[in-house]
């Protein structure tokens, strides 16, 4: 089973979601770490492969958002997580993605520092 990672504030801002919410998210994940793919993920558009996957959960009329990576060989990063704000298309919102090759930035320069250890 791979280690479960959370970067900055992904862990926090899941546990502000709704339980129904955390409950999907949070199985995804265990499936992740065991190299399997829960049915609603998939891989988010402008990362190049499906090593960046999200799952997107709508619940009492709003879209939530989990963004994770499994690039890495034995560890799965949690990105971020946000409630999608925006009603103009199922596009994830620039600012959003901005977060997300920051937070991938930082889980690839942790796993190199992993590497030398």
């Known amino acids: 089973m791979k280690t479960l990672l959370w ?4 862990k926090k ?5 709704p339980e129904q919410v955390v ?5 995804a994940l265990y499936l992740a770490q065991n190299g399997l793919k829960h049915e609603q993920a998939k891989p988010l558009k402008g990362f190049g492969s499906a090593g960046v996957l999200e799952i997107v959960e709508d619940y009492d009329g ?3 958002r989990g963004v994770y990576t499994v690039r890495f060989k034995d560890r799965v990063y949690v990105l971020h997580c946000f409630q999608k704000k925006s009603r103009k298309g199922i ?12 937070r991938l930035k930082l889980a690839r320069e942790h796993e190199e520092g992993a590497e030398h250890e």
């Not at 970067?7 to 992904?10: F, Q, R, W």
């Not at 409950?23 to 199985?27: A, K, Q, R, S, T």
């Open 7 to 10: 970067v900055a504030s992904a």
């Open 13 to 17: 801002d899941l546990l502000k979601m």
């Open 23 to 27: 409950d999907v998210f949070g199985y």
């Open 62 to 64: 709003n879209a939530y």
């Open 91 to 102: 596009e994830t919102p620039r600012q959003d993605m901005d977060v997300i090759e920051a």
